[in-house]
């Protein structure tokens, strides 16, 4: 799990940390008070409240807000545009997207993969800011809030996952 703030870039084991995520980030996720930014919420929100009952407040999610600044909002959602373009064409940035499909569980993981996992995140906030600025001058951060607390309203069904096994590297 990548968590990224204005100073800071944060990568938490979620395999090795697993009973500890729920006690440590639960009151941040839920929170009105902070805005939580993902790119294409829908699977995050639902691992988060079927495996750690974490119901995220206030989310921005920079997939959605991009597809109502280009008129693309009506899309499905396997038609949301890549982090890795919403980084480029916004922020000037070709991101490495070598790790992208990885084994992630790995460990220790190589600081290449915590490398490419920290930039994941790294750029979120920027590109909130840069967003939100447009849809508030287009007048549209209001449809774009409605959007995300609809997405973090919505029944989760529970995660029938099995927990993924940790591969450790000798």
């Not at 968590?3 to 009973?19: A, M, N, P, Q």
């Not at 009952?53 to 991009?66: M, V």
């Not at 084994?103 to 979120?124: E, N, T």
Request: with cysteine; proline share 2%.
């Amino acid at each position: 799990m990548q968590v990224s703030t204005s100073t800071e870039d944060y990568i938490i084991d979620g395999l090795l940390l697993w009973k500890e995520i729920e006690k440590h980030l639960k009151d941040i996720f839920e929170s009105a008070e902070v805005v939580k930014v993902f790119h294409g919420c829908d699977y995050d929100l639902s691992l988060l409240a079927s495996n750690h009952s974490i119901y995220c407040k206030n989310i921005f999610d920079t997939a959605r807000a991009y597809c109502i600044l280009t008129n693309t909002a009506n899309i499905k959602k396997k038609a949301l545009p890549s982090l890795d373009l919403l980084i480029q064409t916004l922020i000037g940035i070709k991101m490495d997207k070598y790790f992208q499909k990885a084994d992630w569980r790995i460990r220790p993981l190589p600081s290449a993969m915590l490398d490419y996992a920290r930039a994941d995140s790294h750029y979120l906030i920027s590109l909130y800011h840069i967003l939100a600025s447009k849809l508030n001058e287009r007048g549209s951060l209001v449809s774009m809030a409605v959007q995300c607390n609809e997405l973090a309203c919505k029944k989760v069904k529970p995660d029938h996952m099995q927990r993924i096994e940790v591969v450790i590297n000798s």
